[in-house]
C-alpha cells in the first residue's frame, strides 16, 4: 500500500522514449520551442531527413518502433504557441483543449519541470495535461474527478479555471477540490471542497479521473505532481487504468 504521492514515482514503468522531427521546414526557433518545453528532460529530440516522408511530422520513438506520430503543427497550436494566460482567462475553451499524440504518449515517463522564472514552457505541459483530464471527464458526464490547487483561491481568481470546474459540477461528474482554504469556492460551484495545510494540500498537483462503473476503463486517466523545490515540480501522468484508481483512493482515503 503506497503511502505517500512520491511512492506512486516507484510504480510508473518511466520508459525510454524520444522525439524525431523528421523533415522540418520551420524555421530553427519552432525547434526551439520543442526543446525548451522538454528541455532537461530524459525525453531526446533529434532531427531526421527522410526521402518520400512528410514534412514537419513528429514521432514518438521506443525501442526503434514509432508508436505516435503528430505534425508540428499540432504542436505549435496545442502547446509551443500557448501562454499559460490564455488557460487561467478561460479564452482557450475546455472543449478545444487537445494534447498531441506525441506528448500524450509520454505517459509515466517522468518529469521535472519548472515554472517562471526558470521556464516560461516547461510548467506549460501539466497544465495542459489538467485540462485535457478535466476535459476527459466532461465529456464522460460522470465519474470522479479530484483535483488539487494549493490555494482554493484559484477556483475563484482564475476565470477560466472557475469556468472548468463549473461546467465539470454541471456534467454529472463528481468534482472534488483540495487546497489551503484560503477561500471557499464550494459556495458558488457545485464542488466538494477539502481544506488542509499539510505539505500534500500546499504542494501537490494532481488532476485524477476515474469514469463511472461500466464506462470506458481507457478514460481513467491521473496527472501527478510535487513541488520538490519552489516552483520546480516532479511530475507523471498514467492512462494505467488500476494505477488510476489507486491515485483516487489514495486521495480519498488519506486527504
Not at 90 to 97: H, K, P, R, S, T
Request: proline share 6%; no cysteine; aromatic share 6%.
Amino acid at each position: 500500500m503506497t503511502e505517500s504521492f512520491r511512492g506512486f514515482f516507484d510504480e510508473i514503468d518511466a520508459p525510454s522514449r524520444s522525439l524525431v522531427v523528421v523533415n522540418r521546414s520551420e524555421p530553427e526557433p519552432v525547434r526551439n520551442l520543442l526543446d525548451s518545453l522538454l528541455e532537461d528532460q530524459s525525453v531526446a529530440i533529434r532531427e531526421r531527413d527522410l526521402p518520400d516522408a512528410d514534412t514537419d511530422i513528429v514521432l514518438l520513438v521506443e525501442d526503434g518502433e514509432v508508436i505516435a506520430r503528430s505534425t508540428l503543427d499540432e504542436l505549435l497550436e496545442s502547446v509551443l504557441l500557448i501562454n499559460s494566460d490564455l488557460y487561467k482567462t478561460g479564452a482557450i475553451d475546455l472543449n478545444e483543449v487537445t494534447l498531441p499524440d506525441v506528448l500524450s504518449g509520454l505517459d509515466e515517463v517522468p518529469f521535472r519541470l519548472r515554472g517562471y522564472p526558470h521556464s516560461n514552457k516547461e510548467k506549460l505541459l501539466l497544465i495542459v495535461v489538467s485540462r485535457v483530464i478535466e476535459r476527459i471527464a466532461a465529456e464522460a458526464g460522470g465519474g470522479t474527478l479530484r483535483a488539487s490547487f494549493q490555494r482554493l483561491s484559484r477556483l475563484q481568481d482564475e476565470r477560466g479555471t472557475r469556468e472548468v470546474y463549473e461546467t465539470l459540477g454541471n456534467s454529472g461528474v463528481d468534482v472534488h477540490v483540495y487546497g489551503v482554504g484560503d477561500a471557499d469556492p464550494g459556495v458558488s460551484l457545485p464542488v466538494t471542497v477539502h481544506e488542509g495545510r499539510s505539505s500534500p494540500y500546499r504542494r501537490s498537483w494532481f488532476v485524477v479521473f476515474n469514469p463511472p462503473p461500466g464506462a470506458d476503463a481507457a478514460r481513467s486517466v491521473a496527472l501527478v505532481a510535487l513541488e520538490d523545490e519552489p516552483n520546480v515540480w516532479d511530475g507523471f501522468w498514467t492512462f494505467r487504468p488500476k494505477l488510476v484508481d489507486r491515485i483516487d483512493r489514495h486521495i480519498a482515503t488519506t486527504l
